[in-house]
């Protein structure tokens, strides 16, 4: 069974400073996805990937097969970007996902 | 969005009762899947399915049952419902293989 871990758990941020949350897996995976959760419960999916780095506004992830990492980065952080955000990852034919614990992110003005 | 709903949204039930929840896509995803989150957990898989009839158990199975009559429904089941299942349950749909998975707007379930 594949153990996902999320460094840091809490992280507070001021308005415009760039955050990265961290996540690595102990086994081989075909994609790792992050997903964000806001208060009030829905989940988003962010990203998917397997290679690289892929960005969508300010937010980027990028993902190290070799070291088993992936980290997500905010740019220019706004208070609407505070939520939990989970890293969960897939192995082989990938439907089936072993998910993190979560990193609550707190942006204040 | 993708078109996910649950029914109900909040119940609260006592122990030893059944509980069914129901998840329902307009997308025609062919998987579907049952979660629960708790504190101090990651989301853990309750059962998924791969198609309609096609149901398998994830790693917190015990105590649920599931049913997928149609493409389009998702039923969770408690047999008899225990304090250890309250919890909140989310359904969520794909593809096969690697995909973007879109999750419901959850169920908060208390058993008293």
């Known amino acids: 069974k594949n153990e996902v871990e999320q460094s840091p758990q809490n992280l507070t941020a001021q308005e415009g400073e760039f955050i990265t949350i961290n996540c690595s897996y102990s086994v081989g995976i075909s994609a790792l996805h992050w997903l964000q959760q806001h208060p009030g419960g829905g989940i988003v999916s962010l990203f998917m990937?397997?290679?690289g780095k892929k960005k969508h506004g300010r937010l980027i992830a990028t993902i190290n097969i070799q070291e088993k990492h992936s980290s997500l980065h905010i740019t220019a952080s706004h208070p609407r970007d505070s939520a939990v955000y989970i890293c969960a990852v897939g192995a082989g034919t990938a439907s089936k996902l072993t998910f993190g614990t979560g990193t609550r992110l707190q942006v204040t003005l | 969005d993708a078109g996910i709903t649950q029914s109900p949204r909040h119940k609260v039930t006592e122990t030893g009762t059944p509980v069914t929840l129901r998840c329902h896509q307009t997308?025609?995803?062919?998987?579907m899947y049952w979660y629960r989150q708790d504190p101090g957990h990651g989301l853990r898989l309750i059962h998924y399915?791969?198609?309609?009839?096609?149901?398998d158990k994830g790693e917190v199975s015990d105590g649920y049952s599931v049913s997928r009559s149609k493409t389009e429904d998702f039923l969770l089941t408690l047999e008899s419902a225990t304090s250890s299942q309250t919890s909140v349950y989310f359904c969520a749909i794909s593809e096969p293989g690697p995909d973007t998975q879109y999750f419901g707007p959850g169920t908060r379930l208390t058993v008293l």
């Open positions: 399915s791969y198609g309609v009839k096609d149901t």
């Open positions: 997308e025609n995803h062919r998987y």
């Open positions: 990937l397997s290679s």
